[in-house]
Structure formats: C-alpha cells, structure tokens
C-alpha cells in the first residue's frame, strides 16, 4: 500500500494511492498514519481489505498538499558515509561499522514544503536517502533478516545538510543536520510488501534541473537489514520511529571547488524507485 496524509500542515488527513493514482480517503478506518496504525496488523488488514473491495471514498487531490507520510515521529536514526561512492568521493575511510546521529522530528516536512537555507548558511547540501520506518518494537535483534521483519515500510528522505555546520563549528554533527525544514519526507509510506528488496532501488536528485546524484542502495555499506539490527543494539525502535539510511555520491561537498552549495531560488527535485518524488524550492530564512 502507498499511504500518505494531505492537507494544511498541522491538519493532515490520511489517505491512501491506489493502484490506478486515485487519492483515497482513510480517515473512516484510521486516525491517522501513525506508529500506532503500522503497529496494528487487523488495522492494516481492515485498510487493505477496503481498499481491495473499492469501498474507500474518493480524495479530489486538486491543489491539495502532500504533507509528511507520518505522524508523531518519535526519532529520526541516520547513518552516515554509508555507501561506498559516497565515502570515495568525500575521501572519508568506509567506516567498520554504521555512524550514527540523530535529526529531531520537527525537521519534517512534507515532500514539496519549502525548505529554507539558514541565516549564517554558506554550504548548504542536498542528500537523496532511502528512509525506513519501523512497524515492531525492535530491541537486541539478532539478524539483518529479524531486522528486516521490524520494517513497516519505506520512503524517501531527503537529508538535508549544512556542511560548515557540521563539520567545521566542532561537536558533533547535530549542528548542521537540525536546522528547520531540513527533513522533508514523502510523499508516501509504502509498506514493505510492496518493496520485496530494499537493496536494489535506484536513487536520484537534480538541482535545478541537472541529475546530481544517480545512486543504487546496492552501493550501502551496511544493508537496511542490518542497519535496523544493529540500531537495536544501542537504543530500541519503537513502531513510528524512521531511519535515514545514507546517500550515494554526488553531493556538493563531493565536487570540485566551487562547490555547487543550495541558494535561495534553487529548486532539488529527488526519487527512490517505487516510493515517490518530492520537489522543494529553496528560500532564505
């Protein structure tokens, strides 16, 4: 299923895709797209099981927005360097094992929200991500297959990053990764069955119309099995909680001098295979 919420920001509706695009209404089965509803399979079941029989009324998506996929985030886990291109290109060691940090919830956004560079930002960076979110209290796991039964579903993230921030104003990466709008997320949450091998999905993002990155989940350091195994190792993931698992090469802190850094007017337009496309133009904040 292809589940998604529209709506004025703060008063999103859930709603569902299917498979012919028709924009489906679900708030008759469901308070909203949550860790609750992902942690519930008769839930789930119900949603899919009207969706099957046509029973589920019809959304006119004219000038509605796309807002975040999920509701009441409880964390957002990154992992960074985790693809080999991306390690190569940023000359960074591949690490022995998955770098983690944190982004605060209240960095998402929905797929095509604003997102703005900001105030002081000289080296704001794109970064296309697979995020996955959790669907089974995860803790202590002892595989990548036991972590690939705790994933709910998939969307696409984008990282957004600033790079002086995080690298260059010491501490640790937090600086440059919480800046507001600096996650938007969307436009779906396709459930796993829909996505039967997360390590084979394409990856791409333009910059105002130019292909940037063009990446493949194949290239992960540590596949989304074991990145969700090993997260449940040091913290437990609740139903609801998303993990960004990395971004291929072709950032702006990869290029050559001058670098390509985002400006207010530029427009990042990225995908995941299967899950969505999500287009943001930039503003100042």
């Given at each position: 299923?292809?589940?998604?919420?529209?709506?004025?920001?703060?008063?999103?509706?859930?709603?569902?895709?299917?498979?012919?695009?028709?924009?489906?209404?679900?708030?008759?089965?469901?308070?909203?797209?949550?860790?609750?509803?992902?942690?519930?399979?008769?839930?789930?079941?119900?949603?899919?099981?009207?969706?099957?029989?046509g029973d589920l009324p019809?959304?006119?998506?004219?000038?509605?927005?796309?807002?975040?996929?999920?509701?009441?985030?409880?964390?957002?886990?990154?992992?960074?360097?985790?693809?080999?291109?991306?390690?190569?290109?940023?000359?960074?060691?591949?690490?022995?094992?998955?770098?983690?940090?944190?982004?605060?919830?209240?960095?998402?956004?929905?797929?095509?929200?604003?997102?703005?560079?900001?105030?002081?930002?000289?080296?704001?960076?794109?970064?296309?991500?697979?995020?996955?979110?959790?669907?089974?209290?995860?803790?202590?796991?002892?595989?990548?297959?036991?972590?690939?039964?705790?994933?709910?579903?998939?969307?696409?993230?984008?990282?957004?990053?600033?790079?002086?921030?995080?690298?260059?104003?010491?501490?640790?990466?937090?600086?440059?990764k919480n800046c507001e709008?600096?996650?938007?997320?969307?436009?779906?949450?396709?459930?796993?069955?829909?996505?039967?091998?997360?390590?084979?999905?394409?990856?791409?993002?333009?910059?105002?119309?130019?292909?940037?990155?063009?990446?493949?989940?194949?290239?992960?350091?540590?596949?989304?099995?074991?990145?969700?195994?090993?997260?449940?190792?040091?913290?437990?993931?609740?139903?609801?909680?998303?993990?960004?698992?990395?971004?291929?090469?072709?950032?702006?802190?990869?290029?050559?001098?001058?670098?390509?850094?985002?400006?207010?007017?530029?427009?990042?337009?990225?995908?995941?295979?299967?899950?969505?496309?999500?287009?943001?133009?930039?503003?100042?904040?």
């Open positions: 299923m292809k589940l998604l919420r529209v709506g004025t920001a703060g008063r999103e509706r859930p709603a569902l895709l299917d498979p012919d695009g028709t924009l489906r209404d679900l708030s008759g089965l469901a308070a909203d797209i949550d860790g609750t509803l992902l942690a519930d399979e008769d839930a789930l079941g119900r949603i899919r099981s009207a969706a099957a029989a019809a959304l006119d998506a004219t000038g509605l927005r796309t807002g975040p996929p999920l509701a009441r985030i409880g964390k957002i886990v990154c992992i960074g360097l985790n693809y080999h291109d991306h390690a190569r290109e940023t000359g960074a060691e591949p690490p022995a094992e998955p770098v983690v940090f944190f982004k605060a919830p209240d960095t998402v956004v929905g797929p095509d929200d604003t997102v703005l560079i900001p105030r002081g930002s000289v080296k704001t960076d794109w970064e296309v991500e697979l995020a996955v979110v959790v669907g089974r209290t995860a803790r202590y796991l002892d595989s990548a297959e036991e972590g690939l039964a705790h994933v709910a579903g998939y969307a696409v993230a984008h990282d957004v990053s600033e790079r002086e921030f995080q690298i260059e104003r010491g501490g640790t990466w937090d600086k440059g709008t600096f996650n938007p997320l969307g436009p779906w949450l396709v459930t796993a069955d829909e996505v039967p091998d997360p390590q084979n999905l394409s990856l791409r993002l333009w910059v105002n119309g130019e292909l940037k990155q063009d990446g493949t989940t194949a290239e992960q350091i540590f596949p989304v099995g074991e990145v969700v195994r090993y997260v449940s190792r040091f913290m437990t993931l609740y139903p609801g909680d998303v993990i960004n698992t990395g971004t291929p090469a072709g950032v702006a802190m990869g290029h050559p001098e001058p670098k390509p850094y985002l400006r207010a007017g530029d427009v990042v337009e990225l995908e995941v295979t299967g899950l969505g496309r999500q287009r943001q133009v930039l503003a100042q904040a």
